[in-house]
Every structure is written in structure tokens, then in C-alpha cells.
């Protein structure tokens, strides 16, 4: 099971910390991924880690503004959004890769609105 | 990386089939195996129902198939029922080492 949270309104240009929790099985064995769904929208890849935490990827759209990491010694995936724009506004979701772009385990969602 | 290509929508009535298209390029579909579709009812999270073309994980309906040819992968329902009325969406990875989804596909059951 993965559990968001951290989650609400944010004016533009400012930050918001994402968590998700997981639960029943071993977190620091799997990828783990964060994508978003804009309002009435299509899904989109953010930000993706490595077990270990050493390696990262993110979409062009939020590079140099979004940060993913993990601590998994507390079972815990993050993502830390800087420079918010209106345009991030979305239900951010975490979620579990098993290997082979097999996204077996989805969070319920977070929703981030960057509004004035 | 573009998003892969999808209908906006296909409906069907119970009992027919249905096909979904999802067309990519050389730098995903066409290269790798590693295409999976995720169906999402209305206010849930996606849930995955093919992964690697054309495998179906435990609990998924063996109406629900999958295949690609070239740079297009396809899912097809078969035995339509009205709750598989739900938006469908694609996945591949790239060779950029990241993944693409499809724009997504509404499934209405009429």
C-alpha cells in the first residue's frame, strides 16, 4: 500500500514537500515513481528514482525545480516542488515500478493546486 | 518525448469488442517490449491490466488482451461490460531511459 500526503494550495513561486508512505513490502527493493494527472487531463511521468536512491529521472517540464529522494529506512518516497507554477497544478500519485514498466501499486493521490 | 497517441474515444456496446491503439515511435514502442495499460474508473487511481504487451497480472479478466505491431501497441476488451466503461491509458519506456504515456482513451459502453 503507498499513502500520500503533503498535499493543498500553494500560491505561484512557492514549495511543497510530497510524501508517500508504503506498507507490506520491502520499499527498498523497487524503482519508485511520482506522476501527475492534471484536472480533466492525461497522465504524465514527473520524477522517478532508483532502489538505492543514487539515481534519478524527471520530466523537462520540472527539471531543476522538483527534487525526488527517499528514506528507506522509514519506507518513505518525496518529492520536493519548488517554483510552483499553475501549471502543476494536479492529483500527484506515487507509485511502485516492479521492473520492466510494470506500475503494479498506485497511491490514492495527493492534490496540488498553485492558485493566487 | 512526445506522449503516446491514442483515441480520444471508442464505445461499444455490451458483449462487442473494442480495440485501443497506441502509437508510439522507434524510441519506445518499436524498441521495446515494456508497454502496459492502466484502466481508471472515474475519481480512482489507474489500476494496472496488461503489462510487457501482453501479460495480464493476477485478479485481470482474460477479456482484457493485449499486442503490438511496429511502432503500435493495441489492448483489446472483449465480452464488453458496462464497468469497463472507464478512461484507458498506455505506457512504454524509452530509450532515454524514462517513460511516455498515452494521451488516454474514454471507453463509453452504450
Known amino acids: 500500500q503507498l499513502v500520500e500526503s503533503g498535499g493543498g494550495l500553494v500560491q505561484p513561486g512557492g514549495s511543497l514537500r510530497l510524501s508517500c508512505t508504503a506498507s507490506?513490502?520491502?520499499?527498498?527493493?523497487?524503482?519508485m515513481h511520482w506522476v501527475r494527472q492534471a484536472p480533466g487531463k492525461g497522465l504524465l511521468g514527473v520524477a522517478d528514482?532508483?532502489?538505492?536512491?543514487?539515481?534519478?529521472n524527471y520530466a523537462e517540464s520540472v527539471k531543476g525545480r522538483f527534487t525526488v529522494s527517499r528514506d528507506n529506512a522509514k519506507d518513505t518516497l518525496f518529492l520536493q516542488m519548488n517554483s510552483l507554477r499553475a501549471e502543476d497544478t494536479a492529483v500527484y500519485y506515487c507509485?511502485?515500478?516492479?521492473?520492466?514498466?510494470?506500475?503494479?501499486?498506485w497511491g490514492q493521490g495527493t492534490m496540488v493546486t498553485v492558485s493566487s | 518525448q512526445s506522449a503516446l497517441t491514442q483515441p480520444d474515444s471508442v464505445s461499444g456496446s455490451p458483449g462487442q469488442s473494442i480495440t485501443i491503439s497506441c502509437t508510439g515511435n522507434n524510441s519506445d514502442i518499436g524498441t521495446y517490449n515494456f508497454v502496459s495499460w492502466y484502466q481508471q474508473r472515474p475519481n480512482n487511481a489507474p489500476k494496472l491490466i496488461i503489462f510487457?504487451?501482453?501479460h495480464r497480472p493476477s485478479g485481470i479478466s482474460d477479456r482484457f488482451s493485449g499486442s503490438k505491431s511496429g511502432n503500435t501497441a493495441s489492448l483489446t476488451i472483449s465480452g464488453l461490460q458496462g464497468d469497463d466503461e472507464a478512461d484507458y491509458y498506455c505506457c512504454s519506456y524509452t530509450n532515454i531511459n524514462t517513460r511516455v504515456f498515452g494521451g488516454g482513451t474514454k471507453l463509453t459502453v452504450l
Open positions: 528514482i532508483n532502489s538505492d536512491g543514487r539515481g534519478t
Open positions: 507490506g513490502f520491502t520499499f527498498s527493493q523497487y524503482w
Open positions: 510487457e504487451v501482453s
Open positions: 507509485i511502485r515500478d516492479l521492473g520492466a514498466n510494470v506500475f503494479d501499486i
